[in-house]
């Protein structure tokens, strides 16, 4: 996975690669890459590594397994965010600190928990 991983800051990123390597675990996995790559959770904040990776994992498996918004769409989203952060320097040009480093990322990985996989049309026609 590491190979991979080090993709995470080019377009060659793959998060279908990142899915079968870790066998269905790739949101956990992609986000504390990517903040082990940062020092975040380790050096600056002090996070405890295995409540955060708990709760990844719960935010992982709240996902549904449907077709576009699942977890490996939050994985990617993260992915992308990561490689704004840092090729396109928005983290230098927007002076995150470590809070917004690891609240964008994790917001990231989680914005569609839970997610029903239908749009608000057929939701308000349905009601």
């Known amino acids: ?29 992609v986000v504390l890459s990517l903040l082990a790559r940062s020092n975040v959770f380790v050096e600056l904040l002090k996070l405890d590594y295995t409540k955060l990776k708990n709760f990844l994992k719960g935010i992982q498996d709240g996902y549904k397994n449907i077709t576009y918004h699942n977890k490996t769409h939050g994985a990617d989203l993260c992915q992308t965010f990561y490689l704004f ?35 608000q049309v057929f939701l308000c026609q349905t009601k």
Not at 5 to 26: A, P, S, V, Y
């Open 1 to 29: 996975m590491e190979k991979e991983m080090n993709l995470c800051e080019t377009g060659k990123f793959n998060i279908f690669k990142i899915r079968d390597l870790t066998e269905g675990n790739e949101a956990v996995a």
């Open 85 to 119: 952060c840092t090729k396109g320097e928005l983290a230098e040009k927007a002076k995150f600190d470590a809070v917004d480093y690891l609240s964008y990322l994790v917001g990231a990985t989680c914005h569609d928990f839970e997610h029903p996989g239908l749009n």
